[in-house]
């Protein structure tokens, strides 16, 4: 878990009140680095994509 990255989007510019329905009080996400190395079959994870 850590702060949204930058290149991810700016979580200051909208960090706030959610309340007022113009905010949102999120901005610590969990990032995987290294995604094309992530293996989900071995967490027992599906790789069919869903829409």
């Known amino acids: ?16 009140d959610p309340k007022t329905g113009e905010f949102s009080n999120v901005k610590y ?8 190395q992530f293996d989900p079959q071995f967490f027992g994870m599906s790789l069919e994509k869903r829409s």
């Not at 996400?29 to 094309?36: L, N, Q, R, T, V």
């Open 29 to 36: 996400g969990g990032f995987i680095p290294h995604i094309d």
């Open 1 to 16: 878990m850590s702060e949204v990255p930058t290149e991810r989007w700016d979580w200051r510019s909208v960090f706030g």
